[in-house]
C-alpha cells in the first residue's frame, strides 16, 4: 500500500510561484511513474508532469511547457512541481499519482492518488 500526501498549494496572483510537494510512504518501487494532474470542477482530470523514477524520464504536458518542473527526491520518496509564471486557467486541484509498472503516467488504469491541494491563480 502506498500512501501520498501533497503540500504547497495555495493562492498566488498571475505571475507568481509555487512549489508542489509529494511524499510517498510505503512501498514504492523502481518502476514506478510518478505524476501529477489537476482537475477543475465539471472537467476532466488532465495530466500536468510526470516522472518515471528508476530512470528520471520525465514528461511535461504542451500546456505547462516552460513554466513548469517536476523532479524527484529518489532516496526520501518525494515527488515536486516548481510552478511558475502562473494563470488562472492553472487554478485547480492538483494530485499526486503512482502508477506501479508504468514508464508514463497517465490518466486511467490502477494508480495511488493524494488527496489534493488546491492551487488558486488570481488575475
Known amino acids: 500500500e502506498v500512501q501520498l500526501v501533497e503540500s504547497g498549494g495555495g493562492s498566488v496572483q498571475a505571475g507568481g510561484s509555487l512549489r508542489l510537494s509529494c511524499a510517498a510512504s510505503g512501498y514504492i518501487g523502481t518502476n514506478y511513474c510518478m505524476g501529477w494532474f489537476r482537475q477543475t470542477r465539471g472537467s476532466e482530470r488532465e495530466a500536468v508532469a510526470s516522472?518515471?523514477?528508476?530512470?528520471?524520464?520525465?514528461y511535461v504536458a504542451d500546456s505547462v511547457k516552460g513554466r513548469f518542473t517536476v523532479s524527484q527526491n529518489y532516496a526520501k520518496n518525494t515527488l515536486y512541481l516548481q510552478m511558475n509564471s502562473l494563470k488562472p486557467e492553472d487554478t485547480a486541484m492538483y494530485y499526486c499519482?503512482?502508477?506501479?509498472?508504468?514508464?508514463?503516467?497517465?490518466?486511467?488504469?490502477?494508480?495511488?492518488w493524494g488527496q489534493g491541494t488546491q492551487v488558486t491563480v488570481s488575475s
Open positions: 499519482a503512482a502508477y506501479p509498472n508504468r514508464r508514463r503516467c497517465v490518466v486511467g488504469g490502477f494508480a495511488y
Open positions: 516522472i518515471y523514477r528508476v530512470t528520471d524520464t520525465q
